[in-house]
């Protein structure tokens, strides 16, 4: 039976009126401005727009400022904006091998054709809060050396010209590229579809992931091959125009995981690999993905798949944190209907275990069962 | 190189740059000169592009998110139609970069769209560009190997 539920409506409104005033907070402190954020809290504005899977820095930005800094809530927002747009089509596949470097690093080869930068890092600081930031701080100007003009290959290209590892798997002829936001998703999930659903997943659920395989729940001996960040050019074949138009450039994060090996009767051993790759500067969620897409990976590689991180129903289905926070905070909504119908239940339950109790416990039964 | 695909080539470069500009700055360059009437073949409209990349950087392509990308297009009253694509919601920029394409491939134009347009706001993105790889370059690492003992 449905029962609508009537009243609440001015409660509502009054709600959100007094969320809007607490957004604001005092107001006799400056109001942010969406370009503060999108400058001064930048990696929030990636990891926004990586989940939110839009890249648009001034959009993300705004859904932070709106949500009050719950960086899920804004992921929410921009989800819900993609839907309000049409799609002209897709882009040609970045060539990440041809990224403005600003940072990029391995953990296998010191001597990388194009040499190691460590960029704007976290690394090597001593994470120790810097009072002298909480106010009127102003930056020396960066260091400047000579630029190389040499090219940065992708290390495990390198690696890929004498057989050491294995390559990428080619496209199949005429195979279209999956993509979970027009199909539903259906198991098992092929390699692209993976990809999408891991370059838009948690972060954090990622990383848990990926950390327990670390630990041995599907362990698979991972080094970090390379990981980059930089701008990449966008092209995209507008069908009116007739050619491959430049659209511009984004900034882009990608982690090449290098893995134990595989091999077999006719195939000499080399390393397998993981693959991770989000919009802006986002490394913990690269590795993360790397780590996970390589541990999906398992029954193509004949492993046994027995730990969370490689059972891609279980991932896939819990990476996406708008799913996840709909479905877990749906719960606070209300349930009145349903609770009274296990109420309802629940005491009629009660009455019978009642009257099952005191029959069993009458003078002639307690009797009975002493014999 | 035949005629069509020279054009070509040099409209893609033209976009290369514009793409990377800002619409303040295209308008102020295209105020230099005495622009021909043109008109809206298209009204700017704002949309999405799926991005793709590849498995492993190099292999199979997949979905990695969507972008937000304007679109509009030109056609001057001598008849080119330009086009202009980029990256964001700002649909007088995708105008601008219509116009721009528009002007590129027109004979009375186009040269001067190249000298006074294009020309200096890809001088501009190489600066842009440079300064940032120089920033970049400076936190490459040099590793030396310590001598041990006295050899």
Same mark, same amino acid.
């Given at each position: 039976?449905?029962?609508?539920?009537?009243?609440?409506?001015?409660?509502?409104?009054?709600?959100?009126?007094?969320?809007?005033?607490?957004?604001?907070?005092?107001?006799?402190?400056?109001?942010?401005?969406?370009?503060?954020?999108?400058?001064?809290?930048?990696?929030?504005?990636?990891?926004?727009?990586?989940?939110?899977?839009?890249?648009?820095?001034?959009?993300?930005?705004?859904?932070? $400022?709106?949500?009050?800094?719950?960086?899920?809530?804004?992921?929410?927002?921009?989800?819900?904006?993609?839907?309000?747009?049409?799609?002209?089509?897709?882009?040609?596949?970045?060539?990440?091998?041809?990224?403005?470097?600003?940072?990029?690093?391995?953990?296998?080869? $010191?001597?990388?054709? !194009?040499?190691?930068?460590?960029?704007?890092?976290?690394?090597?600081?001593?994470?120790?809060?810097?009072?002298?930031?909480?106010?009127?701080?102003?930056?020396?100007?960066?260091?400047?050396?000579?630029?190389?003009?040499?090219?940065?290959?992708?290390?495990?290209?390198?690696?890929?010209?004498?057989?050491?590892?294995?390559?990428?798997?080619?496209?199949?002829? !005429?195979?279209?590229?999956?993509?979970?936001?027009?199909?539903?998703?259906?198991?098992?999930?092929?390699?692209?579809?993976?990809?999408?659903?891991?370059?838009? !997943?948690?972060?954090?659920?990622?990383?848990?992931?990926?950390?327990?395989?670390?630990?041995?729940?599907?362990?698979?001996?991972?080094?970090? !091959?390379?990981?980059?960040?930089?701008?990449?050019?966008?092209?995209?074949?507008?069908?009116?125009?007739?050619?491959?138009?430049?659209?511009?450039?984004?900034?882009?994060?990608?982690?090449?995981?290098?893995?134990?090996?595989?091999?077999?009767?006719?195939?000499?051993?080399?390393?397998?690999?993981?693959?991770?790759?989000?919009?802006?500067?986002?490394?913990? $969620?690269?590795?993360?993905?790397?780590?996970?897409?390589?541990?999906?990976?398992?029954?193509?590689?004949?492993?046994?798949?027995?730990?969370?991180?490689?059972?891609?129903?279980?991932?896939?289905?819990?990476?996406?944190?708008?799913?996840?926070?709909?479905?877990?905070?749906?719960?606070?909504?209300?349930?009145?209907?349903?609770?009274?119908?296990?109420?309802?239940?629940?005491?009629?339950?009660?009455?019978?275990?009642? $009257?099952?109790?005191?029959?069993?416990?009458?003078?002639?039964?307690?009797?009975?069962?002493?014999? | 190189?035949?005629? &069509?695909?020279?054009?070509?080539?040099?409209?893609?470069?033209?976009?290369?740059?514009?793409? &990377?500009?800002?619409?303040?700055?295209?308008?102020?360059?295209?105020?230099?000169?005495?622009?021909?009437?043109?008109?809206?073949?298209?009204?700017?409209?704002?949309?999405?592009?799926?991005?793709?990349?590849?498995?492993?950087?190099?292999?199979? *392509?997949?979905?990695?998110?969507?972008?937000?990308?304007?679109?509009?297009?030109?056609?001057?009253?001598?008849?080119?139609?330009?086009?202009?694509?980029?990256?964001?919601?700002?649909?007088?920029?995708?105008?601008?970069?219509?116009?721009?394409?528009?002007?590129?491939?027109?004979? @009375?134009?186009?040269?001067?769209?190249?000298? @006074?347009?294009?020309? *200096?706001?890809?001088?501009?993105?190489?600066?842009?560009?440079?300064?940032?790889?120089?920033?970049?370059?400076?936190?490459?690492?040099?590793?030396?190997?310590?001598?041990?003992?006295?050899?």
């Amino acid at each position: 039976m449905y029962v609508a539920v009537k009243g609440g409506e001015r409660a509502i409104e009054n709600a959100h009126r007094l969320l809007a005033h607490k957004r604001r907070g005092d107001q006799s402190v400056a109001e942010i401005g969406l370009d503060q954020i999108s400058e001064q809290l930048g990696l929030a504005v990636d990891r926004v727009m990586s989940e939110g899977s839009l890249y648009d820095r001034e959009l993300a930005a705004l859904a932070i $400022k709106q949500a009050r800094g719950d960086l899920i809530e804004a992921i929410f927002l921009v989800r819900a904006f993609r839907a309000t747009l049409p799609r002209f089509g897709a882009s040609e596949p970045v060539d990440t091998g041809a990224m403005r470097v600003q940072r990029r690093v391995s953990a296998t080869f $010191k001597d990388i054709p !194009g040499g190691q930068t460590l960029g704007p890092t976290f690394d090597y600081t001593h994470r120790l809060l810097d009072p002298s930031l909480a106010e009127g701080f102003v930056p020396e100007a960066p260091a400047m050396a000579e630029a190389s003009i040499a090219p940065t290959p992708r290390v495990t290209d390198i690696l890929g010209r004498d057989g050491l590892i294995e390559s990428s798997p080619e496209a199949e002829d !005429g195979a279209s590229v999956g993509d979970l936001t027009r199909e539903p998703l259906n198991f098992p999930a092929d390699r692209d579809l993976r990809l999408q659903n891991l370059a838009r !997943g948690d972060e954090g659920f990622l990383l848990a992931m990926g950390y327990s395989t670390q630990r041995g729940y599907g362990r698979n001996h991972p080094f970090v !091959g390379e990981i980059r960040f930089g701008e990449v050019e966008v092209d995209f074949v507008a069908e009116d125009v007739g050619f491959a138009v430049p659209l511009g450039a984004i900034e882009l994060t990608e982690c090449q995981m290098v893995n134990q090996f595989k091999g077999s009767a006719t195939e000499a051993p080399c390393f397998t690999r993981g693959y991770g790759l989000a919009f802006g500067q986002s490394e913990r $969620k690269t590795m993360s993905m790397a780590l996970v897409d390589r541990a999906l990976r398992a029954r193509e590689l004949g492993e046994e798949a027995l730990a969370p991180a490689q059972d891609e129903e279980f991932v896939m289905s819990h990476s996406d944190n708008v799913q996840a926070t709909g479905f877990v905070e749906h719960l606070k909504l209300p349930h009145y209907v349903d609770f009274q119908s296990e109420l309802g239940l629940l005491r009629k339950l009660r009455q019978e275990f009642s $009257k099952a109790f005191a029959d069993a416990n009458t003078p002639e039964a307690m009797k009975e069962a002493a014999e | 190189m035949t005629q &069509h695909s020279n054009q070509q080539a040099q409209r893609k470069a033209a976009m290369a740059v514009l793409a &990377h500009a800002e619409a303040g700055e295209i308008a102020a360059r295209l105020r230099n000169l005495s622009l021909p009437d043109h008109q809206d073949l298209r009204a700017p409209e704002n949309g999405l592009v799926m991005l793709r990349g590849r498995v492993g950087g190099d292999g199979a *392509p997949f979905n990695l998110g969507e972008a937000t990308v304007s679109r509009a297009a030109v056609r001057l009253a001598s008849g080119e139609v330009g086009f202009g694509y980029t990256l964001g919601r700002n649909s007088e920029k995708a105008r601008l970069i219509a116009l721009c394409d528009a002007l590129v491939q027109s004979r @009375d134009f186009g040269g001067a769209v190249e000298r @006074d347009v294009i020309a *200096p706001l890809r001088e501009q993105l190489m600066i842009r560009r440079k300064q940032a790889a120089e920033a970049a370059a400076a936190t490459k690492v040099d590793f030396y190997t310590m001598v041990r003992g006295e050899g």
